[in-house]
């Protein structure tokens, strides 16, 4: 049970793909209640606030997410965090160079 | 009169608080969600799947009526966790979780492996996966002993692997 990230150039492309990574349960809970007060002001992430649901990036917002979530990393004090928020954000760096958008399934 | 089992009478109604759960409100948008995700063996392969889709929902309101572990999370969603004696899921899962918004509405459902064991996830995300064993070496006489004789034989702990 996770929320899975997967990279494709379509939704379709992306649900027949096996996920790039997982958010673990929570490492999610912890950004949106010791970190709330940062992620909320973060357009992007405050999109994926909800652990069940889906979200997608395309073209700009991929890159918009990519600095929101090395800005959060770099406030976390805790490594595990750090680690998957950085992760996140190189999954992102790579979509958008390939002109790919980020798609993320919830349970 | 109160006390009386013969002439008992239920004031409340708290007799009947089992009986007065209802199955779980599925919206289309939440039930397309599990469908999407928990049923078929093409799309989000990472997911874990239901073997028999016909019995989800009446499983996900055994689960809400009499779980075996339930989890209050931070969005005011309630989550439901239930073992059953057959598998639901395709990969052998006897488990199965439920997550209810503060309405009573079903959010989703998804086969589990096991029972989530409260604040382990937490403890582990935070202190990481090996704080259990240091917190162990810490306490250990055998390791302080094993951490003189390095010191004096000159080896380090990685000498051992």
Redesign the interface.
């Given at each position: 049970m996770a929320l899975d990230i997967h990279v494709a150039s379509s939704i379709k492309k992306a649900e027949v793909k096996r996920r790039e990574m997982a958010v673990d349960e929570a490492l999610h809970e912890l950004i949106f209640t010791k970190y709330s007060s940062i992620a909320q002001n973060l357009k992007q992430l405050s999109r994926i606030s909800d652990y069940y649901g889906d979200a997608s990036f395309n073209g700009a917002d991929v890159k918009v997410l990519e600095a929101e979530l090395r800005s959060l990393a770099s406030s976390v004090s805790e490594q595990p965090l750090h680690s998957l928020l950085s992760e996140f954000a190189d999954v992102c760096v790579r979509a958008a160079a390939n002109d790919e958008n980020v798609y993320l399934f919830g349970d | 009169m109160g006390s009386n089992p013969l002439a008992w009478q239920d004031d409340f109604g708290l007799g009947k608080v089992g009986a007065a759960v209802k199955a779980i409100k599925w919206g289309k948008s939440a039930w397309n969600?599990v469908i999407?995700?928990?049923i078929g063996k093409?799309?989000?392969?990472?997911?874990?799947k239901f073997c028999k889709p016909c019995q989800i929902k009446k499983n996900a309101d055994k689960t809400v009526k009499n779980p075996d572990n339930v989890i209050k999370?931070?969005?005011g969603?309630t989550r439901y966790e239930r073992m059953f004696e057959k598998p639901v899921g395709t990969q052998g899962e006897r488990g199965q979780?439920v997550?209810v918004n503060k309405h009573g509405e079903g959010?989703?459902t998804?086969p589990?492996g096991n029972i989530t064991v409260p604040g382990a996830?937490?403890g582990?995300?935070?202190l990481?996966d090996n704080f259990f064993g240091q917190a162990c070496d810490f306490f250990n006489p055998l390791s302080d002993l094993q951490d003189v004789i390095n010191l004096v034989t000159g080896a380090s702990d990685e000498d051992d692997d």
């Open positions: - | 969600h999407n995700g928990h093409k799309k989000l392969l990472d997911k874990t999370q931070w969005n969603n979780a997550v959010v989703t998804f589990i996830n937490l582990v995300a935070i990481g």
